[in-house]
């Protein structure tokens, strides 16, 4: 995927591998390894249909209980 203009401020995109955080049944899980397309001005990132089916199947997996973490971070909570 190159979409080389960010469609949210126009700013200039570029390939990068990131991570997603995601909330699932009260507990942080981070998908780590996806690709996507991230904005350098904005931070805003744009996922293929390809990945986004890959997300998709790795948040059943992990509700199903059928991906065991490969590490395990501690996490801090403030409240403002």
Same mark, same amino acid.
């Given at each position: 995927?190159?979409?080389?203009?960010?469609?949210?401020?126009?700013?200039?995109?570029?390939?990068?591998?990131? *991570?997603?955080?995601?909330?699932?049944?009260?507990?942080?899980?981070?998908?780590?390894?996806?690709?996507? *397309?991230?904005?350098?001005?904005?931070?805003?990132?744009?996922?293929? *249909?390809?990945?986004?089916?890959?997300? *998709?199947?790795?948040?059943?997996?992990?509700?199903?209980?059928?991906?065991?973490?490969?590490?395990?971070?501690?996490?801090?909570?403030?409240?403002?």
């Amino acid at each position: 995927m190159k979409i080389g203009t960010c469609p949210i401020c126009g700013g200039k995109t570029k390939e990068d591998v990131v *991570e997603i955080k995601e909330t699932l049944n009260g507990e942080l899980y981070i998908i780590k390894g996806v690709q996507a *397309e991230v904005c350098l001005q904005c931070g805003e990132r744009m996922y293929s *249909e390809d990945e986004l089916r890959k997300i *998709e199947s790795v948040r059943k997996n992990i509700l199903r209980r059928m991906i065991k973490p490969i590490e395990v971070r501690q996490v801090n909570v403030v409240g403002i």
